[in-house]
């Protein structure tokens, strides 16, 4: 099956998915900066606690979305017992998808009055 196919069919993402691809699209991350990066970028909204946390990484891992970073951190900043995790091309077309996805949905709820488009004009 072709990469875009495998991702496409995945969506829509859970928001717990979907917050874990974001925050590896930039960089690889082990587990506990991943909980901070979500946490911080939904104001609180969602934290991810370690056992849903580590669950979704299996899954998302066994699906090939992720894998583990085999580059690791100066040794002085690293610790040996985390694991770093990155994003991989199958992972970041799932993540595309899923944002032009949620971007359609955006649009129409402009389109239908509902949101304001991006300058304050309905």
Do not use: C
Not at 56 to 79: F, G, K, T, Y
Not at 84 to 107: C, F, I, K
């Amino acid at each position: 099956m072709a990469t875009a196919d495998r991702s496409t069919k995945q969506t829509p993402l859970t928001p717990t998915v979907f917050e874990i691809l974001l925050s590896l699209n930039e960089k690889q991350l082990h587990g506990y900066a991943i909980m901070s990066t979500v946490k911080e970028r939904t104001g609180g909204r969602l934290e991810l606690l370690p056992g849903s946390l580590y669950r979704a990484l299996s899954r998302l891992e066994a699906s090939e979305w992720i894998e583990v970073s085999e580059l690791r951190p100066e040794e002085v900043l690293d610790d040996a017992r985390r694991r770093y995790y990155q994003l991989t091309a199958l992972g970041r077309s799932a993540l595309q998808a899923e944002a032009h996805r949620l971007q359609d949905l955006v649009n129409a709820a402009i389109k239908s009055n509902l949101l304001e488009k991006p300058g304050g004009t309905r």
